[in-house]
Each structure stands twice: as C-alpha cells, then as structure tokens.
C-alpha cells in the first residue's frame, strides 16, 4: 500500500512556513491524494475543493502563488517535478520525497510473485 513521505523539516521549509493555515491543510490533504491514489503529484482540479472541508479558493491561489503546487502544463523544469496536464494541479517536487506510481506497480508485481513462489513451495512441500 502506497504511503506518503514528509521530511522531518517539511514544515520549517520557507514555502511551507509562511503559508495559512487553511492553505497547509489543503497542501497535506493533496499530497495525501496523491501517495493513495499513485497520481506522481497530479491531482484533478474537479476534486481539489473536495479535498479539505471548508475549502476556500484563495486557498488553493496561495499554493500556486507561493509555487507550492503548479497548474498542470506548467511543471518547473526539475527531475522530481512532473508536468502534469490540463485541467489538474500538480504538488511542485512530489517525487523528490516520493515514490512513483511505477515503483509501486513494480513493488505490487514483484510482491505478487513472490507470494505466489512462497504458495508454490509450500504446495510442493505438502504434495510431499
């Protein structure tokens, strides 16, 4: 099962520090969505304001004023930035700390086949 990395730091970072409280929440819960749902940092504009309750949009203007997240299509050029597409948001540097989608499927088929090996002895073991 996916899970989310946060430094120890992540909080003290100077584009997380200074930002609301309603602005960091929304943050925590997109970065959320995102390690549960493998999106590699993109998150759906349709679902952003269902995200956190109360949401407010001048939350959601604060993380891309303070590049915090970007508008998919933008990206910021760096290797563990995606570009992402029209129509969604993207968490600005997700897979620096993150796994990617890949790696969990990766993680999942490599997982599977070793339980099936493990099922495979063990039936040789009592067919014995």
């Known amino acids: 099962m996916p ?5 120890d730091e992540f909080t003290e970072h100077p584009k997380v520090d200074g930002l609301s409280d309603g602005a960091f929440r929304l943050h925590v819960s ?6 549960k749902n493998t999106t590699d940092g993109a998150i759906p504009a349709s679902r952003v304001d269902r995200l956190k309750p109360k949401f407010k949009a001048p939350e959601l203007r604060e993380l ?11 990206g910021c050029n760096t290797e563990s930035c995606i570009k992402g597409e029209d129509g969604e948001y ?12 890949a790696w969990w499927e990766k993680r999942r088929h490599d997982e599977a086949e070793r339980k099936a090996e493990w099922r495979r002895k063990q039936a ?5």
């Not at 997109?30 to 390690?35: K, S």
């Not at 891309?64 to 933008?74: A, F, K, M, T, Y």
């Not at 040789?124 to 014995?128: H, L, R």
């Open 3 to 7: 899970y989310l990395n946060l430094d």
């Open 90 to 101: 993207v968490v600005h540097d997700y897979l620096q700390w993150n796994k990617s989608a």
């Open 64 to 74: 891309l004023r303070c590049n915090v997240w970007h508008e998919g299509g933008e």
């Open 124 to 128: 040789e073991k009592e067919a014995s």
């Open 30 to 35: 997109g970065m959320r969505y995102c390690a």
